[in-house]
């Protein structure tokens, strides 16, 4: 049953909302979700020293919160805020820029969000083959990775409230080895070494897509909007004690581990925090932390996969796609055909090159942030009697500069990206307006069944036609 509200403004989308016995997220399992949603500990922060040496990775994860994750955080406060479903990004776009832009923002974030599901198995292995070396290549790998994708999936189907859970004892299990390293490290630490810019040439793709990966996707939680407990005060709040948890969480083990142990900057790959812990108190801690890392894939890839489910269960609503997208088990109440497509997608995805993945992933997203800063900014224009609990303290003019300083980092993100990067971004994107057309011919020939509730696709003003109160 789907019952639509009669009391919100005549600007705003009906929310619909799952039967009033599913159990919905409250602020704690809420903000270790976001917490996955973006970083899951100091995991695979270590390239950022081997591309540009500690200084300038310390200054990054110091001073890019501000450039990136503090504006990302108070836009996705805002418009969820403004409009709590699952659709997220999707009805901003589509609400400011009509039907393509919607489809065409959905379609590129759903592909950089699978994209990014699919490098948390890749460095579960990476963390787990230091301890089993056969892990390291060939089948083992592989099938390690093929079936850690298949449970994972599957823990993901049993409930979004299970999934919240999880995730608080996830975030806590996984972060405890980190603290005990960082106060075993105390002693030993030499403040000089923060200094150091690294003896080799500096590898700014490498250092920017380490920063703009471990610090992005603030955004992916409006897709579970519409399964929020009081969306308006919880998002706010949780996005707030994330963004802080999330920068301490990154900093701390860095300062400990680069002033405490001198390396060759080479041995700074993804995986060397494990390798620090055995230098600083010995191979138990290297093993508790090469659990963590484990324990932290696997909030990753939930709270990642959480995302995709729900957008593609939030579209179908909306009538981006066909309806069957947002069927829901019986058992659990979970949109499982998003599950499932998205399991099968990262895992096709899980086998390219980690950096590959991560650079993909990086650059999809940037296009789709393209599209919602222009999209925030103009919804401020277009629609300012909006109702929105929580409202960023600034006028247009300051939303438009608040919005400029990330977009110059997207920028080096694409100029800095590899030919591979370009070419399998460049297919997606190409794809991703295809769809849009295919969906509309899918629409007219009647070839699927869409939600005609919600049917406002082929209204190319972006306005919601009006749609009479009701209970379905």
Request: hydrophobic share 50%; proline share 5%.
């Amino acid at each position: 049953m789907a019952i639509t509200e009669t009391s919100r403004s005549s600007h705003e989308l009906p929310v619909t909302t799952t039967a009033s016995t599913a159990k919905k997220l409250t602020l704690v399992p809420l903000i270790f979700l976001i917490y996955f949603e973006v970083a899951g500990g100091p995991f695979g922060e270590e390239p950022a020293v081997q591309a540009a040496g500690p200084l300038l990775a310390i200054l990054g994860f110091l001073i890019f919160p501000f450039i990136w994750s503090v504006p990302e955080a108070l836009i996705t406060a805002e418009l969820s805020t403004a409009f709590p479903g699952n659709g997220g990004f999707v009805i901003w776009a589509h609400r400011a820029f009509g039907a393509f832009i919607g489809s065409l923002m959905g379609s590129l974030k759903f592909l950089s969000g699978v994209i990014n599901v699919a490098s948390f198995p890749v460095l579960c292995v990476a963390y787990l083959d230091k301890l089993f070396p056969v892990l390291a290549s060939g089948w083992p790998r592989n099938v390690c990775i093929f079936a850690s994708t298949v449970v994972l999936s599957f823990l993901n189907y049993t409930g979004l409230a299970i999934v919240g859970y999880a995730a608080v004892v996830l975030g806590l299990v996984s972060l405890s080895p980190f603290l005990v390293m960082s106060a075993m490290a105390i002693p030993k630490i030499k403040p000089h070494r923060w200094g150091s810019l690294g003896s080799k040439k500096k590898d700014w793709n490498l250092y920017f897509n380490t920063l703009f990966w471990n610090l992005n996707f603030w955004d992916n939680v409006s897709t579970l909007a519409g399964e929020v407990d009081n969306p308006q005060k919880t998002f706010p709040l949780a996005l707030l004690i994330s963004v802080i948890f999330t920068c301490v969480a990154y900093l701390i083990p860095l300062l400990a581990v680069t002033g405490a142990v001198s390396v060759e900057q080479s041995r700074w790959e993804t995986g060397f925090h494990a390798e620090a812990a055995e230098m600083i108190a010995g191979k138990w801690l290297k093993i508790w932390i090469e659990i963590g890392a484990v324990l932290s894939s696997i909030g990753l890839f939930e709270a990642q996969l959480s995302s995709s489910a729900y957008q593609l269960e939030g579209m179908a609503e909306l009538g981006f796609l066909p309806k069957f997208f947002g069927l829901r088990s019986k058992w659990f109440n979970t949109p499982w055909v998003g599950i499932l497509l998205s399991a099968l997608m990262s895992l096709g995805l899980s086998y390219m090159d980690f950096t590959d993945i991560v650079a993909s992933a990086n650059f999809i997203y940037t296009l789709g942030m393209f599209l919602e800063f222009a999209s925030f900014v103009w919804l401020r224009k277009k629609l300012p009697e909006l109702k929105r609990p929580y409202r960023v303290p600034l006028n247009i003019p300051g939303l438009v500069v608040m919005c400029l300083v990330p977009s110059a980092f997207l920028m080096l993100i694409i100029a800095f990206a590899t030919k591979i990067v370009y070419l399998v971004s460049g297919l997606m994107t190409v794809g991703a307006v295809g769809w849009y057309f295919l969906i509309n011919y899918f629409r007219k020939k009647k070839i699927f069944e869409f939600n005609d509730d919600v049917d406002f696709l082929d209204n190319g003003n972006g306005e919601r036609p009006k749609v009479d109160d009701h209970v379905s």
